[in-house]
């Protein structure tokens, strides 16, 4: 009776029998106690139980994880074989208590970078996304005050008259960037570049409106963006 075989798309047929020899022959080069020890090192460095694509990325995991499932039928079925707690899922309170401690620890509302830099220990800002909508709507949930595009673009214009008074002229960018370094609370000066909507040339648009904010306030603007003192 011929053996089964199976013909790849192009090359010559493969001797199935011979083929599930060969990958258990190579499944025999780690024992189940050294891959389980590659977790466990694995999580050591990472600081947490190793999700596939982490251990994928661990430069110092020998073991593909591909091999780990082969071995033990599910990775996280190897992972309790290694005494190691499979990631699960947080409940969005959870998700919001975690965010709120954030909150205490930085003394503000936390931001995505805030994130990114705690990436080993917080949940991801795509979590938060794909849990609450978006990350801004996670913050508001969380009780942090948020403000809406409106609502920014309004605090950035009073942010921007202050900061005009204490420059004696419009500011610019740099002006901005450097304010921010002793002012935290703040919006960046991208934030702001990206509040107003303009096909082209959003930060002297900023200016404009900077501008008519502080006429509506009874400052005198000079053509260069100087401020001239306010008018009687």
């Known amino acids: 009776m011929a053996r089964p075989r199976s013909r790849p798309r192009s090359g010559p047929p493969i001797d199935e029998a011979e083929l599930a020899a060969f990958r258990a022959g190579l499944r025999r080069r780690y024992t189940d106690d050294q891959i389980l020890e590659e977790l466990r090192a694995a999580a050591r460095r990472l600081g947490r139980s190793p999700t596939m694509r982490e251990f994928a990325q661990d430069r110092e995991a020998r073991i593909h994880p591909q091999t780990v499932i082969e071995h033990f039928g599910t ?45 080993r220990t917080l949940p991801s800002v795509s979590l938060y996304a794909h849990t609450f909508g978006s990350f801004t709507e996670a913050l508001r949930e969380a009780g942090f005050d948020v403000l809406r595009g409106e609502e920014r673009l309004e605090r950035a214009l009073e942010q921007g008259a202050e900061l005009a008074r204490r420059l004696g002229r419009l500011p610019k960018m740099a002006d901005w960037a450097e304010a921010r370094r002793t002012q935290p609370e703040l919006l960046s000066e991208w934030q702001v570049y990206r509040l107003v909507d303009v096909p082209s040339g959003a930060w002297t648009a900023f200016q404009y409106l900077v501008r008519e904010r502080l006429r509506a306030q009874g400052e005198e603007i000079r053509p260069d963006g100087t401020l001239g003192g306010r008018r009687g």
């Open 75 to 119: 990775w996280n079925a190897a992972k309790r074989a290694a005494g190691l707690l499979p990631r699960r899922f947080l409940t969005r309170e959870e998700l919001l208590a975690q965010l709120r401690a954030l909150g205490e620890e930085l003394g503000r509302t936390p931001t995505a970078r805030d994130l990114a830099a705690r990436r």
